[in-house]
T-cell receptor
């Protein structure tokens, strides 16, 4: 059974700082890993999808990496801004016809101006 | 472009009352559709998924049911709500054979 853990649960940084969010998963036989952003009371916004054959994906100031052998993914945010404040969730898809994503509980990021 | 809608946005219902939440997707055909629940302090839990009209699979035995009467419509229902049904309900879709999932704005359900 796949389990996804995100550490830390909360992170507070000053504006402009580069930061890394961590995601670990127990079953390395994943098909892909997806990073999401969730603002308070809102739905999830997909940020990046990394397929198992890839090691990283980039979108603007965001870079996500995937290391299946160690069971880890990281989301790197460059030059953080107050607008980046949100909860960041990672989710792993481990195959199967149910297309089930297993989610971590998220990291609450606060970027202080 | 594809969009996903959910309604209502918020709902307050008494225990024992029925429930109907609706999700529709625009701009795509034959999507995979999903219902998730997000409870306070817990991760997202997959409740139901559907790969086609009338095809519903349940992930967790519970007080809820789902239906897919049209290709791009997904409905979450209950005959009698429990207090434990309170939470944030999210609908999501993905393309056939594509694993990236896209989420709707959610419905906040409070059972009193």
């Amino acid at each position: 059974k796949q389990e996804v853990t995100q550490i830390p649960a909360a992170l507070s940084v000053p504006e402009g700082e580069n930061l890394v969010l961590n995601c670990s998963f127990t079953d390395s036989a994943i098909y892909n890993l997806q990073w999401f952003r969730q603002d308070p009371g809102k739905g999830l916004t997909s940020l990046l999808l990394i397929q198992s054959s890839q090691r990283e994906q980039t979108s603007g100031r965001l870079n996500a990496s995937l290391d299946k052998s160690s069971g880890r993914s990281t989301l790197y945010i460059a030059a953080s801004q107050p607008g980046d404040s949100a909860t960041y969730l990672c989710a792993a898809y481990s195959g199967g016809s149910n297309y089930k994503l297993t989610f971590g509980k998220g990291t609450l990021l606060t970027v202080n101006p | 472009s594809q969009t996903i809608h959910q309604w209502p946005a918020t709902l307050v219902q008494p225990v024992g009352s029925p429930l109907s939440l609706e999700c529709t997707v625009e701009g795509t055909s034959n999507p995979n559709l999903y219902w998730y629940r997000q409870a306070a302090g817990r991760g997202l839990q997959l409740l139901f998924y559907s790969v086609g009209i009338g095809q519903i699979s349940s992930e967790v035995p519970q007080n809820l049911s789902a239906s897919r009467p049209q290709d791009r419509q997904f409905i979450l229902s209950s005959k009698k709500l429990l207090l434990s049904d309170s939470g944030f309900y999210l609908c999501a879709w993905s393309g056939t054979g594509v694993y990236e999932q896209y989420f709707g704005p959610g419905t906040r359900l409070t059972v009193t």
